[in-house]
């Protein structure tokens, strides 16, 4: 069981990474402009937030899933061939929609099987990591839309049929500790909205949105890269080994870190990210910025699995993260769209001077928590029969309970 639960966890990774990175090849080759093509990619996000809705509740019938898995996989397969045989941007919208729908049939399996252990599993870091590696064999080469096709297509409909083989049979309800809103076993930010109150979480939580332009750029990024004789393979090797690598290579020691020391060594990954891509010229600052800031929200995610409360509450509707990432895309599409590779480099410029801020900020307000501290402990100390006048101040509670002398 353990190992049908690893296997599914790194196809369901699979599916999310290659269609993420993948229909935005698509995407930026087949629509009219930029605006378009981020549109698709924010279309995407929000279709799979609403799948989610649907696809992971527990009474989902077993033989129900596995029937829209291999259905969901084939026409996927047809629609993604017809994008380059004249289908254009008509079939790269079916196939988006039906790889939202099977991603979210993915995360499904996924719980079904983790609910089937007798002891709850670890945290799906190796089969994340073997999932994203599988995904960047799959992704070489973004600028061949044919062989991508092929690729693409074909790893769908072998992970759609493989995950419904690995499908349990038994549709007994999840326990209560269920979680809906984080795809994938709860292991995918979806940042609860109480946790922003809290500035020391700040870097932390930009850490894990800087997932959304890292992956939607990747493929012009890719491409930027070429064009200054660099090649595009390195870019996507790079930002996918930067986010799953430290995860893997660190679990255990980020296992073992403070809130205050997650968010310091994000924020000086976001930051230093921001200085690379600002410094230094392109394309070795893309590849800096890619290696930086996949690193944070690596070290974030990490960070999440380790911290049940860092993540949204069970029962939450999974429509609300995936609100916010689609208008985040939006949104930086058209900052992409107006300023061309300069838009790429100032949003994550941003996100590391914003890192910074926070980091800042959370120094200072954990200096003046000591200080606080210090005085009340120090007015604590003072003896109460000092006569003098502080001293009948802070006995005045005490002194107004007394009855009137009169």
């Not at 009474?59 to 029937?67: M, N």
């Amino acid at each position: 069981m353990l190992l049908r639960l690893t296997l599914a966890r790194s196809l369901a990774w699979l599916l999310l990474i290659g269609g993420w990175v993948g229909l935005g090849s698509f995407a930026i080759v087949l629509a009219p402009n930029l605006h378009a093509a981020f549109g698709v990619v924010a279309a995407w996000l929000l279709a799979l937030g609403v799948a989610a809705t649907v696809a992971t509740r527990d009474a989902l019938r077993p033989a129900t899933r596995r029937g829209a898995l291999v259905v969901g996989g084939l026409v996927t397969g047809v629609a993604l061939q017809a994008t380059v045989r004249g289908g254009g941007m008509g079939a790269l919208l079916v196939a988006v929609l039906a790889w939202a729908v099977l991603t979210a049939l993915a995360s499904g399996v996924v719980r079904g099987l983790r609910f089937a252990q007798r002891a709850p599993p670890g945290a799906p870091i190796g089969a994340a990591s073997l999932g994203a590696t599988a995904a960047a064999l799959l992704l070489l080469d973004l600028g061949d839309l044919g062989g991508l096709a092929v690729r693409l297509g074909g790893a769908v409909i072998v992970a759609t049929v493989a995950l419904a083989a690995l499908q349990p049979g038994d549709g007994s309800a999840a326990p209560a500790s269920r979680c809906r809103a984080g795809l994938f076993d709860c292991s995918l930010p979806a940042w609860p909205a109480g946790a922003w109150h809290d500035v020391q979480q700040w870097p932390t939580l930009l850490a894990g949105v800087a997932m959304l332009p890292l992956m939607a750029t990747l493929p012009l990024m890719s491409e930027w890269c070429r064009a200054r004789g660099v090649e595009p393979d390195a870019m996507v090797v790079l930002h996918l080994g930067a986010m799953f690598g430290p995860p893997l290579l660190l679990q255990r020691a980020v296992a073992s870190w403070s809130l205050r020391t997650l968010s310091t060594v994000c924020a000086a990954c976001l930051a230093s990210g921001a200085l690379a891509a600002l410094a230094i010229p392109a394309p070795s600052g893309l590849l800096a910025l890619a290696a930086a800031q996949g690193a944070a929200w690596g070290l974030a995610w990490l960070g999440q699995l380790w911290a049940p409360q860092r993540r949204s509450r069970a029962g939450t509707s999974p429509l609300r993260p995936a609100l916010g990432y689609a208008a985040l895309t939006v949104g930086f599409g058209f900052v992409v769209a107006s300023l061309g590779i300069e838009g790429v480099v100032l949003t994550h410029a941003a996100l590391g001077v914003l890192a910074a801020i926070a980091w800042l900020l959370a120094v200072v307000v954990r200096a003046r928590g000591r200080d606080v501290e210090k005085d009340g402990g120090a007015v604590a100390a003072r003896p109460a029969s000092t006569g003098s006048a502080g001293a009948a101040l802070n006995d005045l509670p005490t002194t107004r309970s007394l009855p009137s002398s009169r």
